[in-house]
């Protein structure tokens, strides 16, 4: 606010030096009001990370004043011999998608009211599971103060751990012994721009963490052993996807699919899909 404010004042203090150029010392006055706003437009650019620029001026200029319903999550891309593991999703039954899932926030939901004027989402029907899920509403002018406050990584979930064991570890899928601990390699953020949601009938803003698990040889083996069990055996809630299958978005063969692949799941890849 305080760089707009000032970029206006510059625009004004030019606009009379060119009215009366004569009296340089306005021109001289708006350049200096113009170089102060545009630094500070620079550190805060610098300072919250580029990826979110042009959505945050969208949200919080054309769509100020619009609910926009916003979705940031974590995924884990885990290769199992030139194919990536995907899950059913527990609330779109009809895709696979990547495992993971919403960060949870841990402030009072008072606190995100006050903080973002947020409200939880209404998408889909609020459980137990779903509780303090870092999928909210709020107004566009409120989405640059949640993605700082989100980007501070303060009071919130941050690491990849529990929706991986929630989707494979609790299920049986993999066995705990083989797993009581994990690492991934951080791939990067990916994100959709604003667009109109057609289920929730918002503006919706699709964020995501992406990471890659990183097995010991224990675990690559129990992976390895996992997907032959399940070529001899399909589980209708797994699916191991080519890359293919990942781009067409089709979960069996390439032109006609029973499940769809959640379009998330081409950032496994390491692509952004549009």
């Known amino acids: ?25 306005l021109l ?26 042009w959505t945050t001026v969208l949200a919080g200029t054309v769509y100020r004043a619009t609910k926009i319903r916003v979705s940031i999550a974590y995924l884990v891309a885990v290769p199992v011999d030139g194919t990536q593991l995907l899950v059913r999703g527990h609330r779109i039954t ?44 709020l107004p566009g002018r409120s989405v640059h103060r949640l993605l700082r406050w989100f980007e501070s990584r303060q009071d919130r979930e941050l690491f990849p751990v529990r929706e991986f064991h929630e989707e494979l570890i609790e299920p049986g899928i993999l066995r705990g012994e083989d797993f009581p601990y994990f690492d991934c390699a951080y791939l990067g953020t990916r994100n959709f721009p604003l667009r109109h949601d057609t289920f929730s009938g918002l503006r919706q803003l699709i964020i995501a963490e992406v990471y890659e698990l990183r097995p010991t040889e224990r675990q690559a083996e129990a992976l390895r052993d996992l997907k032959r069990r399940h070529e001899a055996n399909p589980d209708p809630n797994l699916h191991f ?19 769809d692949i959640a379009p998330t799941a081409v950032w496994l890849l390491g692509r952004t899909r549009s």
Do not use: C
């Open 1 to 25: 606010m305080i760089s707009v404010v000032l970029l206006v004042v510059a625009l004004v203090f030019a606009t009379f030096g060119f009215w009366f150029r004569s009296d340089a010392y």
């Open 28 to 53: 001289e006055i708006s350049l200096v009001v113009a170089g102060i706003a545009a630094t500070n437009l620079t550190t805060r650019i610098a300072i919250f990370d580029r990826k979110y620029l």
């Open 94 to 137: 009809t895709q696979f998608q990547p495992v993971g899932g919403v960060f949870k926030y841990w402030l009072e939901d008072s606190e995100m009211v006050k903080r973002f004027d947020a409200a939880h989402d209404s998408r889909f029907a609020p459980d137990a599971r779903s509780k303090k899920d870092l999928r909210l509403r």
């Open 241 to 259: 996807a080519t890359q293919e299958e990942i781009e067409r978005r089709a979960a069996a063969g390439v032109t006609q699919s029973t499940y």
